[in-house]
């Protein structure tokens, strides 16, 4: 297996997360939280979504799919830039959106990002996308923390799910 290719079945993984995640739930209760600090399902979702595409643009020097119409459909009270990273609970709390829109956005992301890794070679994976850390920040680095990252918060909404259920 090539490192495209397990790039590629890591990022399918959180596809499949995510959609599992959200389906058959509505608008209220993907904005659930179990409390007024925690995080709701549509706001992981989001976010999750929002780092793969600033990440992945970035490495990939395009633009983002956010920038393609998906911020004015989300109409959320936050700059364009804005990811996720540093919300506060008031912020967490003004992400509504239902389920067809996150997973739309989540699609379009994904779709973006395996046309970018799965072109990519093993020598590719040691170019340095970041310069601000020491390390300095290789690709690889950089997509295997998108991945984690991703595949915590796509956990942490599977795991709201089902406190949701069990009401």
Not at 8 to 24: C, H, K, N, S, T
């Amino acid at each position: 297996m090539r490192s495209a290719e397990l790039l590629a079945d890591a990022f399918g993984r959180i596809r499949g997360l995510v959609r599992g995640a959200v389906d058959g739930l509505s608008a209220d209760q993907l904005a659930a939280r179990p409390d007024d600090e925690a995080n709701s399902i549509a706001w992981l979702v989001w976010h999750l979504t929002r780092i793969q595409d600033d990440h992945v643009a970035d490495a990939a020097d395009t633009g983002q799919v956010w920038h393609e119409g998906w911020a004015e459909r989300f109409a959320l009270p936050f700059a364009p830039s804005a990811t996720g990273y540093g919300h506060s609970a008031a912020d967490v709390a003004a992400v509504r959106a239902d389920a067809d829109l996150l997973v739309g956005y989540h699609e379009a992301v994904h779709e973006r990002t395996l046309a970018y890794v799965e072109g990519l070679t093993d020598a590719d994976l040691d170019r340095i996308v970041d310069e601000r850390w020491d390390p300095p920040v290789s690709l690889g680095v950089r997509l295997v923390s998108v991945v984690s990252d991703d595949l915590q918060h796509a956990g942490q909404a599977a795991y709201l799910r089902g406190l949701l259920l069990r009401r």
